[in-house]
């Protein structure tokens, strides 16, 4: 009867292992996959930089807009013989085809931008949407088309940089709070490995319910936490310095600076994006150029650089604190789980084991 016992327990155990086994890799599956978009959509940005800036080429050459978007669309990979089938549907390519189709059905350019945007990943989502308005303010304001897509690719590519140099930084402190949540699992599967029922006795035993609860409810709370911290260490704008750079768009066309400032809060709030940090560095800045008598376009382009290395700085210093701000929720909540889920049922089963062999 003790051999049938234990054949049984080492059963169910296999069982549970297995399947413990199989929710460990979706976890681990979803960690690598979410990390992968982080830098496919830092990659995404710095693309969008490169076709904004044969857009400029086009359009600097007497290229009509809506032609010059059809052109990069009948050049994308997938119009191209050569092209690949597997092309992400939120590509750079992807969406100049959206907008050429747009444009053909009678949308104007940066209503066409902004739909495509919609589409795409939340930081090539923003970046479209800069060129959406950068496209709208240089429209309705007069100002040359060809620069201000030139000055919008070169400040995509400062954001890309951003985005590369923060995800470079997060690196580290991510990975180890990813690789510290698994720890209850593993202890959970050490446990079974070794040849005891920790899993049945999480599931069939009151304290082993009781030890499954708080198990769970501590990873969930830790798990959020996390990701609060990382997300904080992460730049507040996704487009820093993009006010300043709207409004001396508006302001290259000859307009007024009221003029500026209202074709910039139109194309803000069409296309949502908004800074009050930004609304006061320009304030400072056209009073500057006020007292001063220099131009205020000049200065406000001076300003958005400055606004995205500030952003810049300010996020590489957070994440070279998120190190040990990630301590706090592994000491009040990783390692408990861990107690509870991995050491605790252990302990259950080997005394479950010693009183049945008596």
Avoid at 328 to 344: D, E, Q, R, S, T
């Amino acid at each position: 009867m003790r051999l049938v016992s234990d054949v049984g327990n080492s059963g169910r155990a296999s069982v549970h292992g297995t399947r413990g086994s199989e929710r460990m890799t979706r976890v681990l599956a979803s960690m690598l996959v979410h990390r992968r978009a982080r830098g496919q959509d830092a990659l995404a940005v710095e693309g969008i930089a490169g076709l904004v800036q044969r857009l400029a080429v086009m359009l600097a050459a007497g290229v009509a807009p809506g032609n010059a978007w059809g052109y990069l669309a009948e050049l994308s990979p997938r119009n191209r013989e050569d092209g690949a089938g597997d092309e992400p549907l939120d590509s750079p390519d992807a969406v100049a085809r959206g907008v050429a189709a747009a444009v053909v059905r009678g949308e104007t350019i940066p209503a066409a931008i902004g739909i495509a945007a919609g589409a795409c990943q939340p930081r090539a989502a923003e970046a479209w949407r800069a060129v959406a308005a950068s496209w709208l303010v240089a429209t309705s304001s007069g100002a040359p088309l060809a620069g201000c897509l030139r000055e919008m690719a070169e400040a995509l590519r400062q954001l890309g940089q951003l985005h590369r140099d923060v995800d470079a930084a997060l690196a580290g402190p991510v990975s180890t709070a990813r690789f510290v949540a698994v720890l209850p699992v593993v202890g959970l599967m050490f446990g079974t490995i070794l040849g005891f029922d920790t899993i049945g006795i999480l599931v069939t035993t009151p304290l082993g319910l009781g030890c499954l609860a708080v198990g769970i409810s501590l990873s969930v709370i830790a798990s959020r936490w996390t990701a609060t911290l990382v997300r904080r260490a992460r730049p507040a704008s996704g487009s820093p310095g993009l006010t300043a750079q709207l409004t001396a768009i508006a302001l290259t066309g000859g307009g007024s600076i009221a003029g500026a400032r209202q074709s910039t809060a139109v194309a803000a709030k069409r296309f949502g994006f908004g800074d009050a940090l930004g609304e006061k560095g320009i304030e400072t800045v056209l009073a500057l150029s006020r007292r001063a008598g220099v131009p205020a376009a000049e200065l406000l382009r001076s300003e958005a650089e400055q606004d995205r290395r500030t952003a810049r700085t300010q996020a590489q210093l957070r994440a070279a604190a998120l190190g040990t701000s990630l301590m706090i929720p592994l000491g009040i909540c990783v390692l408990p789980a861990f107690m509870v889920l991995g050491v605790a049922p252990l302990m259950l089963a080997v005394l479950s084991s010693t009183v049945t062999g008596l």
